[in-house]
């Protein structure tokens, strides 16, 4: 082993010192590679929920790869005294030099650890919508919903949000605190439509279409929502009239799934138009355009007048 050491040093001029310390790393390394291995392994036999098994496997490697850097600065470092006097030096020039790498990496910390969303939320964030798929150390990703596509259903993209967007930009959570949306449409019937008849029939429709929950599903749900403060009398739907410029407007709200926004109301939308077209009394109303031509008026003043006159000589 003596001789190994000579020789490295003579050939490669690394002393007994470095040769130790690389000797030391590398076996430091080997051992946090096979306990990581094996909790892995051990996780994935007694897990069968991904979701868990992927939040198992994240803080595998956060942990592995602290004690790695702990390790490591201890073995090159020689502890801790010294380490400290090289970060105190260091550190001026990391902030300037990497301030948005150390921001995202904050960010990062404040939301493994405040946690206003996690991966398998729907959230909105700056100018993206999207289901959190990954949180990683600089950054997080979506699966992207909207833009280009109607009531948010996925585009095919993936957009990576850097993590200290987290401190700059508001986030909407679709999750937190509530399981379902709220979500309303619309139906415009003109005013000698039969009002009272159209507002029953999209009540009907309405508790067809809307998420149903058992009595013990619905305390399960206010329970949790109220442990956020938000509370809510009932989930039934309900449908409100409001007269506009054109028509009476009939606004039916009700309880939907985070990923059956579209489906419901498509489902909605094709009784409406079903139910509305069978009923004589009930009719759609929507903007109309009439135009008045000052020429035809005096004509038609003029076509009057001369009408009347032969009815006047003759009296």
Partial sequence: MRNVERWIEK?????????????????ALLGLWVISRLLLRLASRRQTDSHKLYQWRKTTNYVITGLGIIFLANIWFDGFSSITTFLGIFSVGLVVVLRDPI???MGWV???????????????IGQYTGDVIDIAFFQFTLNELGDWVDSEQATGRVV?????????????????GFPFLWHEVQVRITFESNWQKAKAILEEIAGRNCEKLSEAAENLVRAEAQQHLIFYKSFAPRVFTKVRENGIQLTVRYLCGLNGRRESENSIWEEVLTQFLNTPDIRFAYPTTRFYSAMESQQDEMEAQRLEAPEKRGK
Avoid: C
């Fill in 11 to 27: 050939n490669l001029n690394l002393s007994a010192a470095i040769q130790e310390n690389i000797f030391m790393s590398l076996l």
């Fill in 103 to 105: 921001l995202n990496i």
């Fill in 110 to 124: 404040f939301l493994i650890w405040k946690r206003p969303f996690k991966v398998g939320d729907r959230i909105k």
């Fill in 160 to 176: 990576h949000v850097p993590n200290g967007q987290a401190f700059t930009q508001p986030q909407i959570n679709y999750n937190y």
